[in-house]
């Protein structure tokens, strides 16, 4: 089988041809020389990669996605990304972005290391920057541990060491917290300081504590704790919560400072004027004056406070323990109120101006200015008109009593204006009237009304009072016709007294009484700095004289103490306005008889003997029952006795079993001694039993039957018609 062979050797030969042609054709073939490996960022992961994209996904939810410029993978499932993106899924919409120079993701996928320049960016504008931060998905918190920065719109803080919790959409800084506020044009409006804050973005709440410190427009706000209410984009705050020891000092034209256990300031709707302010615990609120000064200041448990627009208080109550205190200027007393509750109104642009007191009031005035007394007035309830720093009017409710130095006074109702320092009393409370008193006089009337530097009244009404002696030297004392011993009683319809005068007007049926002592009349006046005293219209008297009572009446009655004379007769002739006043003359005295001096309290002169027809003074004493147009009883320099008695005009007098009647009569105490004078045209006639002695002047003893005739020594009689009485002849 050589043609096989030969076949076989003729194909090797051929393909060694056609090889060695191809060969000598294409050139010697190239060795391949393989690829060098990429550069590796770590040598430790298994897998890298760029532009990587990580999602972790539950269900259909995403719950964080991260994106990286290069990811490397580990061993056991561990991740990290470099310039790394994490936007994690938070709820009601709120995703938040953290970025960062490198992430590492935990081996079970579920937390997140972060470092360099980390910031994390909310979906609604928030922003907060850190050197380094975690997040863990299983409880949705984002931890940082360093210094960071935050912020939103207007508003900015930074702080040390934070919590951010996803779930719940709430900030934890652990120190050195501080936040700003800024107005459009940037200027800080309000700054906030403490130790820690918490702040609740869902919200819009910041809780801030560990020695809480806030600025705003010069005010300074601090507390141990407090809570920023925050407006709906985080720009602004519209109220602030202080919790311990909270206070707020300056920054506005209306308050000084506040002070309490918890205070919350409410702002208006924009967050740039307070609106509200609520204090508890301890509570005080000091004002500013109108001219920047110190101003009110009030305190209780309670307050709450309304503020206009302007600054000015609208509303103000307050409860607990309330005190009000007024400074003193020299426009104004200093005052304090004290009572369980205050409700007090105001208006835009004024301020308060209406307050009302209520349960257990207590008023004091401190006698800061001259002239100005200490004044304490209790009541249950006070209505007081406020003006500036000031009170222009107060009425008090509701068992009202006044306590003023040397006067006090009580009421159901007292009217008290305080600027004027006068006291309108009315109102019975307990069944009893209203009431003044000081040392001199007690007054009791259905309205009294007192003056209360001068102690100065007008009473109406069932007017009862109790005039006291002199208490101390400088005085006044009571009219010497009065016992200069024991109190005074006079009642009447109405009152005016003068304190600093010491001058009492009584009108209405006025009855005065003082052991033996009785006086009457429509009006009574006493004049306590003259000691003098005026009855007048149908006036009547009875008081001790030479130890028997002396009854007197007239339509006048006076007693002039400089002179010690009591003077009955009618009332003073009153001169129509613009006619001139005349002095009637008075039939000339008998020898030996002082003139008469007229009291300051006569306001126009007696009328002349003879006038008034009809209108006779009687006076009934131990020296005879005289009647007379005017009657004067002159009595002892120092004590209750007769030294003269006067008649004048159309005297009649009974002396036992005596009766005489002439122009003019004058008794002397000292010798007994009667001298009656006769008028023009009228003798006198004395007529005892059957004898009558006529005469232009007859002189006779209370003890003695002896009459003198015009100075001689005879006795002249004449046998009266009709009768039992015999004739008799010529003497």
């Known amino acids: 089988m050589r043609w096989q062979q030969r076949a076989r050797l003729g194909i090797a030969l051929a393909g060694a041809g056609f090889a060695g042609t191809l060969y000598f054709a294409i050139g010697e073939r190239q060795a391949r020389v393989a690829p060098a490996p990429p550069d590796r960022l770590d040598p430790t992961a298994i897998v890298e990669s760029s532009g990587a994209v990580a999602r972790q996904i539950r269900g259909v939810k995403e719950h964080y996605r991260v994106q990286a410029e290069h990811q490397l993978s580990y061993e056991g499932g561990s991740s990290r990304a470099i310039n790394a993106e994490i936007t994690v899924r938070a709820r009601g919409g709120r995703d938040f972005v953290i970025t960062g120079r490198e992430a590492r993701v935990g081996e079970d996928q579920s937390s997140i290391e972060v470092g360099g320049d980390v910031t994390l960016a909310a979906s609604d504008g928030f922003r907060m920057s850190t050197g380094a931060a975690a997040f863990t998905e299983s409880d949705g918190l984002v931890r940082a541990p360093g210094a960071l920065t935050f912020g939103r719109g207007r508003m900015s803080g930074s702080g040390t060491g934070m919590t951010y919790d996803k779930n719940g959409d709430v900030l934890s800084i652990?120190?050195?917290?501080?936040?700003?506020?800024?107005?459009?044009?940037g200027a800080v409006t309000m700054e906030l300081e403490g130790g820690s804050a918490v702040f609740h973005r869902g919200q819009h709440l910041v809780e801030a504590a560990g020695g809480v410190r806030t600025l705003r427009s010069g005010q300074t706000i601090e507390a141990d704790a407090a809570t920023a209410m925050l407006n709906e984009t985080d720009e602004f705050v519209v109220g602030i919560e202080l919790r311990g020891a909270a206070r707020v000092v300056g920054g506005s034209g209306t308050f000084d400072s506040m002070h309490a256990d918890a205070i919350t300031l409410d702002y208006t709707d924009d967050g740039a004027a307070l609106e509200r302010v609520s204090l508890a615990g301890q509570a005080a609120v000091a004002l500013l004056g109108p001219d920047g000064g110190p101003g009110r200041q009030i305190t209780g448990e309670r307050l709450n406070v309304t503020v206009a627009p302007d600054g000015a208080i609208t509303a103000l109550d307050a409860s607990g323990g309330v005190r009000l205190d007024q400074p003193g200027s020299a426009q104004t007393v200093r005052r304090t109120i004290t009572a369980g509750t205050l409700r007090a109104t105001g208006e835009p642009g004024a301020g308060l101006t209406l307050a009302r007191f209520d349960d257990a009031v207590e008023l004091r005035e401190a006698a800061d200015a001259p002239g100005v007394r200490p004044r304490v007035v209790r009541a249950r309830s006070l209505s007081a008109s406020l003006t500036g720093d000031g009170m222009s009017g107060a009425v008090f409710t509701g068992t009202v009593v006044v306590d003023d130095e040397n006067l006090s006074a009580a009421a159901g109702l007292a009217d008290y204006d305080p600027v004027a320092g006068s006291l309108s009393l009315s109102g019975v409370e307990a069944g009893l009237p209203p009431r003044v008193e000081d040392r001199l006089v007690s007054v009791t009337a259905t309205t009294i009304d007192v003056a209360l530097e001068t102690h100065r009244m007008a009473a109406s009404g069932n007017v009862r009072t109790v005039l006291q002696p002199k208490a101390e030297p400088g005085d006044p004392d009571l009219p010497g016709l009065l016992s200069g011993e024991g109190a005074v009683n006079v009642n009447g319809g109405t009152l005016q007294y003068d304190g600093d005068a010491g001058r009492v007007r009584y009108a209405g049926d006025v009855q005065l009484w003082q052991?033996?002592?009785?006086?009457?009349?429509?009006?009574?006046?006493?004049?306590?700095?003259?000691?003098?005293?005026?009855?007048?219209?149908?006036?009547?008297?009875?008081?001790?004289?030479?130890?028997?009572?002396?009854?007197?009446?007239?339509?006048?009655?006076?007693?002039?103490?400089?002179?010690?004379?009591?003077?009955?007769?009618?009332?003073?002739?009153?001169?129509?306005?613009?006619?001139?006043?005349?002095?009637?003359t008075a039939p000339a005295s008998p020898a030996g008889a002082p003139t008469t001096v007229r009291s300051p309290l006569v306001k126009a002169p007696a009328a002349a003997a003879g006038a008034g027809a009809g209108t006779m003074a009687r006076v009934s004493t131990t020296h005879g029952d005289l009647?007379?147009?005017?009657?004067?009883?002159?009595?002892?320099?120092?004590?209750?006795?007769?030294?003269?008695?006067?008649?004048?005009?159309?005297?009649?007098?009974?002396?036992?079993?005596?009766?005489?009647?002439?122009?003019?009569?004058?008794?002397?105490?000292?010798?007994?001694?009667?001298?009656?004078?006769?008028?023009?045209?009228?003798?006198?006639?004395?007529?005892?039993?059957?004898?009558?002695?006529?005469?232009?002047?007859?002189?006779?003893?209370?003890?003695?039957?002896?009459?003198?005739?015009?100075?001689?020594?005879?006795?002249?009689?004449?046998?009266?018609?009709?009768?039992?009485?015999?004739?008799?002849?010529?003497?």
Do not use: M, W
């Open 627 to 731: 009647q007379s147009d005017r009657i004067v009883l002159a009595l002892h320099a120092s004590d209750a006795r007769l030294d003269r008695l006067e008649g004048y005009g159309r005297v009649q007098l009974t002396l036992e079993t005596r009766t005489a009647g002439g122009g003019r009569l004058t008794y002397f105490a000292a010798d007994e001694r009667y001298v009656i004078s006769g008028s023009p045209g009228e003798p006198v006639k004395v007529v005892q039993g059957c004898d009558e002695t006529i005469g232009k002047t007859l002189t006779f003893f209370k003890a003695a039957d002896r009459i003198v005739v015009d100075g001689g020594q005879e006795i002249r009689t004449q046998t009266k018609s009709g009768g039992t009485c015999p004739q008799a002849g010529s003497p």
């Open 515 to 584: 052991g033996d002592t009785t006086i009457r009349a429509d009006q009574l006046t006493l004049d306590r700095a003259s000691g003098d005293l005026l009855a007048a219209g149908n006036a009547r008297s009875t008081f001790l004289l030479d130890g028997a009572a002396a009854i007197g009446r007239a339509e006048q009655i006076r007693y002039a103490d400089a002179e010690r004379q009591v003077e009955y007769g009618p009332a003073p002739v009153v001169a129509p306005a613009g006619a001139a006043v005349t002095t009637p």
């Open 174 to 185: 652990s120190e050195s917290v501080h936040i700003a506020f800024t107005d459009e044009a």
